[in-house]
């Protein structure tokens, strides 16, 4: 995946800090051993610095792991890379919140903090 594809626009209160929630519920992926779909959602709080995320982008980025194989770990983490590299927050999480397979739920979250 790439953060180029990724569009962000500029933060109308850069000066203030205020929290964005986005939660993409119909996340999907393959699983990399078995090759079935992998379903769950995707949720993302951040704190923008000059940038904010751009959502329909944000939407057909995330339609781009549809036919990717990966873990849910794997996924969660460079989600949360890509979308930082688009954006450059002062703080942003991503939780993988994956539906369970096999009787076994799973969720993955990953942190950044603008150093």
């Known amino acids: ?13 850069p000066g203030r800090e205020y ?9 999907t992926s393959v699983c990399p051993i078995t090759g079935q779909p992998d379903f769950g959602e995707i ?10 995320l751009e959502l ?3 939407k057909s980025y995330f339609f781009g792991y549809r036919q990717r194989g990966v873990f849910y770990e794997a996924a969660t983490n460079q989600i949360l890379d890509d979308l930082v590299a688009a954006c450059q927050p002062r703080r942003m999480t991503v939780v993988g ?4 397979r096999g009787g ?11 150093p």
Do not use: G, H, Q
């Open 1 to 13: 995946m790439s953060s180029s594809k990724i569009e962000t626009f500029p933060n109308p209160r």
């Open 19 to 27: 929290e964005i929630a986005i939660s993409a519920p119909e996340f």
């Open 43 to 52: 949720r993302i709080t951040y704190v923008p610095d000059e940038l904010c």
């Open 56 to 58: 329909k982008s944000l």
């Open 97 to 100: 919140d994956f539906t369970p």
């Open 104 to 114: 076994i739920r799973t969720s993955v979250t990953a942190a950044y903090a603008k």
